[in-house]
């Protein structure tokens, strides 16, 4: 398809065309966080989120967007897990049927929903295959209509409406925080954010194993970081999009990294203190506040928790 | 003392005394758990409450009214652990110091908070020493006012704000459902749900292992379960409080009974789709709804998640 970039309006119209399909996630605080920080602290809980996590909202806006005649073919995703959920679930609601193809070693969890929605699940393996190519064959012979996870407009306008909904709540924020894997959700969160308030100041993160933004933002160019090990299994998208990288070079002021041990840490506090779940990828925004990453000069910050969906099995490793 | 029973006046003071002291916490909901109950459910999420209970609602009700002079001896408490960690964090906001009496096999995380609360912990054997003698003994020894966990009028009408807040954000519930452990969480929430709305109906939640309020109910007056097994070690309070007891016979309908295995269900399911952490005594009303305890005719309910204080431990073994 030859669409154009999506631009602030896209987000607004994807919110209303998602509204009812997905759940407007509530924004909370905490004390102790903010004293843990010396900031101020608004999480957005999209780890609350249906199907567990944001990528919903790109999902229903995607979906909502395919033309009649071509819904009775089906869809097709590839995916590390939570586009995999969202995709399954936006899905099932509008009727249509959907093949995920999903690495062999994603969190159980993840699997075990996917074809809990109804999905027909196929599993590669993450170092030898290549799931774009599966992806696309699929596509071509059954002429399923294939759904990026990030780097399509109509996916990042559905994820940006994750920024519309917290700047609705908290309209005067210094900076927002956004985990960075494609960078779907944080060119459709910097869209809309510099629209509402061109002042704000706009962050990705991401995991310093899994730095592929960080280093193609400093040499102005995409660069490839393969097979990252972060336990941040949604983050491990090894170069930036074709239509994401030029909206975040454009509109983000850093990427800041954070380590495995600041993401177990994040974690733990998530579950212990903050009494929310959130998995790995969804903690990192969390792990740079709790690291002291935030630049001076910020004090009221939107930090987006992206998903929960979680083995228990990990949980049990922080005990 | 001899204070006259609480009534619903006395919550809204109360709610107007802890007011920024406490968190108001959020109502979820859940299209999940709605299919899973066949009922419109609305969580009052007090597991995001400060100090990670409700406790903290009446410790800080009853703190505020102590008078002055007898703020510099300090406060004594007994308590299986939310109690305890919300007079620690009580106290510690208003500068008093705490002595805490908690069972040496409580959950590690809440020994762990209370003492990092800065409380003075002392231990005791739950199966041989009584709690209340030694919390008397030091109450008469250093002047220290005793904060009673549940039979007392201002931990009551601190306990009921929780009812409150629920009600000013869902005003028609159809019923109730509130965990019984000693009495003052449910009968606080009895007494101003029932002057809101006088239709609405009201349950208590315990465990079948640490029934004693549904056996006190059928008898007429208040019956012993001693030493209770039960997972949810926050409800396992022996029997039913003198002030707390009338006020439960007068204004709960029913009492409903839950399981050991619909209580870990209950917790699964809050961790793996719902993505809170709710400890084994704040599950119990998800549990009862999730077993299809909820009486015909019922539609909409709010339901109490009391706290989410739990070890790391616990949820592994839940994996």
């Known amino acids: 398809m030859s669409l154009p970039p999506p631009t602030a309006i896209d987000v607004r119209s994807a919110a209303v065309r998602i509204t009812g399909f997905t759940h407007r996630t509530p924004v909370l605080t905490s004390r102790g966080l903010n004293e843990a920080t010396g900031l101020e602290c608004h999480l957005k809980c999209d780890n609350f989120q249906r199907s567990g996590s944001f990528k919903l909202r790109g999902a229903t806006n995607f979906i909502q967007q395919i033309p009649d005649e071509e819904k009775s073919r089906g869809v097709v995703a590839f995916s590390s897990g939570n586009h995999a959920q969202a995709v399954a679930y936006a899905s099932r609601v509008a009727g249509i049927k959907a093949t995920i193809i999903m690495p062999s070693d994603a969190p159980k969890t993840k699997l075990f929903n996917t074809r809990d929605m109804g999905a027909n699940v196929i599993t590669y393996d993450r170092l030898t295959e290549n799931r774009e190519a599966i992806g696309n064959q699929i596509s071509l012979d059954s002429g399923a209509t294939l759904i990026p996870p990030y780097d ?49 100041r706009i962050f990705g993160v991401e995991p310093a194993l899994a730095n592929d933004y960080a280093l193609s933002l400093k040499a102005g160019k995409p660069v490839r970081v393969d097979n990252s090990p972060t336990i941040a299994d949604g983050l491990r998208t090894p170069q930036p999009g074709v239509i994401t990288f030029p909206i975040i070079q454009h509109l983000v002021e850093d990427v800041l990294l954070v380590s495995e041990e600041e993401i177990y840490a994040a974690m733990r506090y998530s579950l212990t203190r903050l009494k929310i779940v959130a998995e790995p990828s969804g903690v990192v925004c969390i792990a740079a506040a709790m690291a002291g990453k935030v630049a001076a000069g910020i004090k009221r910050v939107g930090i987006v928790v992206s998903g929960g969906n979680m083995d228990l099995d990990l949980i049990a490793t922080l005990a």
Do not use: S
């Open 152 to 200: 399509h407009p109509w996916t990042i306008a559905g994820q940006g409406t994750l920024a519309l909904e917290l700047l609705e709540e908290v309209p005067d924020l210094d900076a927002l925080l956004v985990c960075l894997g494609g960078g779907g959700l944080l060119a459709g969160c910097a869209l809309i954010a510099k629209e509402i308030n061109p002042a704000i």
